[in-house]
């Protein structure tokens, strides 16, 4: 067996035990974006509406690549404010892929939003349900017939979570827990003895939208993640926009990598974006050649002569 099959193989068991077993140990399960200032309802209910059309979103993550088995993950999400604005509703899809493992889910999002002279503040909820399979039998394990990886798992669980959401034209701020329900993962599965679970994750997102010339402004954004028994990890990203068109960007996301973005503002409905993580300063940079991101936004007129205006977060 050649020293990559080696790798390959001890890393696809070692995610495969990593998401089925807790072990006393517990990682980041909420997908991960490189682009989440441009897709905000993602990571918080309380976002839906703040776009003051209908705004729809496509986002796919290829990560790792040139890892076998590698995370790969797509999301497509649409919110619009009703009425008077004061209400928002809004959906979100989401297809997450890891080896073996697979996670769909579907989410239903309201926001109520206070509108102020100079801000708008949003208090959000998603209700929704996730499903999750695994089909371990698809597994090589090193020890032949291990009962671990002779079953499948398929569950369908409910999904909630909350959020709040504060922003201006030039500022936001915001604090959510995408899933707030703590389902069992591996409680039908009798080979294995300990429980693992969907653990609590909390984000906090910030941004500022600072200009520094006619043609030029820069956006400072912060994401904190913050998950029970796992270390804090930080992305920090600065953009900067040309014209109100061409955005470009740089971040670092603690304990794993740096990251280019851009941005374009093709019209005032359309924008497109494309972000890579290098993945230099993890052990995973020796068998992957760094994620790729790829994002579409869309915004819809509701009337010909409505003015679509530009929307910085």
């Known amino acids: 067996m050649t020293t990559m099959k080696k790798i390959t193989i001890n890393t696809v068991l070692g995610l495969a035990l990593l998401f089925i077993s807790s072990i006393g140990l517990k990682a980041q399960q909420e997908a991960m974006f490189t682009q989440y200032m441009f897709n905000?309802?993602?990571?918080?209910?309380?976002?839906?509406?703040?776009h003051e059309s209908l705004s729809a979103t496509f986002l796919f993550r290829d990560q790792w690549t040139g890892l076998p088995a590698?995370?790969?993950?797509?999301?497509?999400?649409?919110?619009?404010?009703?009425?008077d604005g004061k209400i928002a509703l809004g959906m979100q899809f989401i297809h997450d892929k890891l080896s073996v493992f697979q996670q769909y889910g579907v989410n239903g999002v309201y926001a109520y939003r206070i509108l102020t002279d100079k801000g708008t503040l949003s208090l959000g909820l998603q209700l929704g349900f996730t499903s999750y399979h695994a089909d371990l039998s698809d597994l090589t394990p090193q020890v032949p017939n291990d009962p671990v990886f002779q079953g499948n798992v398929s569950k369908t669980m409910p999904s909630f979570g909350a959020g709040v959401y504060y922003y201006t034209n030039r500022f936001y701020i915001g604090l959510s827990a995408p899933q707030l329900v703590t389902?069992?993962?591996?409680?039908?599965?009798?080979?294995?003895?300990?429980?693992?679970?969907?653990?609590?994750?909390?984000?906090?997102?910030?941004?500022?939208m600072f200009p520094l010339s006619h043609n030029v402004q820069l956006k400072p954004n912060v994401l904190i993640k913050a998950v029970e028994g796992a270390p804090?990890?930080?992305?920090?990203?600065?953009?900067?926009?040309?014209?109100?068109v061409l955005w470009l960007g740089v971040s670092w996301r603690s304990m794993a990598d740096f990251n280019a973005l851009i941005e374009l503002q093709l019209t005032d409905q359309l924008l497109l974006g494309y972000s890579y993580d290098f993945a230099n300063t993890t052990e995973l940079s020796r068998v992957n050649s760094g994620s790729h991101e790829l994002m579409i936004n869309y915004r819809f007129r509701y009337a010909k002569n409505k003015v679509i205006t530009p929307r910085y977060f």
């Open 40 to 50: 905000g309802l993602a990571l918080n209910p309380a976002y839906a509406g703040s």
């Open 70 to 83: 590698a995370p790969s993950t797509q999301t497509f999400s649409m919110h619009s404010p009703i009425r």
């Open 232 to 244: 804090i990890q930080m992305d920090l990203n600065l953009n900067a926009l040309f014209s109100e």
């Open 183 to 208: 389902n069992s993962l591996t409680e039908d599965v009798v080979e294995i003895d300990s429980d693992a679970r969907q653990e609590r994750h909390y984000f906090l997102t910030a941004g500022h």
